[in-house]
């Protein structure tokens, strides 16, 4: 019997939404081993800042690695048993929660740079940037868990009868609007939107108190303008990829009866992860001595050059104030 119009038309959907997924999941990948590559190799970027730069990149490579292949699986509605389903919608939400938060604290990082540059290196050293990144981690796997202890969908079966494993049949939509997205999306959204813009207003006021002095000054502070610009994109970017998925939450927990097109849904959902792929672009590929280290590797693996396997001599690089103008 031949396939009804509608159906086809439904599994054309669920190839599309596969197919930019799979493309999403190997950008996110490529991309972050890129960033880790890079900062492995060139010293001169291993300080506090790039700890969290890091600890980003390792949750962006989980996400395509990861978090995408289970929202695939999840979206195809397979049969699991109950809880394992619910454990591996946890599991999505924890690692893409992680990503928020790393995030968050490069936004702070940033903003004490900006804010307190004389004292910036005794307050954020290297190893209490280690530990806000295992607190960023832990509280993502806290708030990630937190279904897999009762705020799930009820069960109306037996827990061992296999369901079709579908994200909303077993989070809870209340969860996922007052908890995952007021609490751990609408919150770190709105202190990075307060940070950048102090970011801007410090930058202008040095700049105005500047306006007549010498022109090494003046460029040191056009590199630090450069660098609000740049976080500025990111908090756009981050609003721009997060907020439609969430919003779709919002109209499906506060309006039931208000249908959502599948295609939709699948466009919200991709959104949310294409910001993985992004975060290398913005955070990594605009820093000048990043680039010049990735440039060598790629010159490198295109060349096929043997004789000198690093792209820099084993000594560690200075790092000058044109690379920490370029941050």
Request: overall charge positive; hydrophobic content about 50%.
């Amino acid at each position: 019997m031949p396939s009804s119009p509608g159906i086809e038309h439904w599994e054309h959907v669920d190839m599309m939404y596969i197919s930019i997924e799979g493309t999403i999941a190997l950008a996110s990948v490529v991309g972050n081993v890129l960033v880790i590559l890079v900062v492995s190799l060139n010293r001169a970027l291993r300080d506090p800042t790039f700890c969290f730069i890091v600890s980003l990149a390792l949750a962006d490579i989980t996400v395509g690695a990861l978090v995408i292949p289970l929202a695939v699986f999840i979206s195809l509605g397979l049969k699991t048993s109950f809880y394992t389903c619910l454990f591996l919608s946890c599991l999505l939400l924890m690692i893409t929660q992680s990503s928020i938060l790393s995030l968050l604290a490069i936004a702070i990082d940033r903003y004490l740079r900006i804010k307190i540059p004389t004292r910036y290196s005794i307050i954020v050293t290297q190893r209490r940037a280690w530990v806000a990144v295992g607190l960023c981690w832990l509280s993502s796997v806290i708030t990630g868990l937190v279904p897999m202890f009762g705020w799930h969908q009820t069960l109306n079966d037996s827990s061992t009868s296999p369901i079709e494993c579908q994200f909303t049949s077993v989070i809870c939509m209340d969860y996922m609007v007052y908890f995952n997205f007021f609490g751990w999306v609408v919150v770190p959204l709105t202190i990075m939107t307060g940070l950048y813009i102090e970011i801007f207003r410090v930058i202008r006021r040095q700049l105005n108190r500047r306006a007549e002095a010498s022109s090494d000054s003046s460029k040191y502070y056009h590199k630090e303008l450069k660098l609000a610009k740049s976080l500025a994109l990111v908090l756009f970017l981050f609003a721009l990829c997060w907020l439609p998925i969430h919003i779709m939450n919002c109209i499906t927990y506060f309006c039931p009866k208000c249908g959502l097109p599948k295609s939709a849904i699948y466009v919200g959902i991709f959104m949310s992860h294409v910001n993985s792929a992004l975060n290398p672009l913005v955070y990594a590929f605009r820093i000048q001595r990043f680039r010049a280290t990735l440039v060598q590797i790629v010159q490198r693996c295109m060349l096929c050059k043997t004789h000198d396997p690093s792209p820099y001599p084993s000594g560690p690089l200075p790092i000058t104030e044109k690379t920490v103008g370029n941050l």
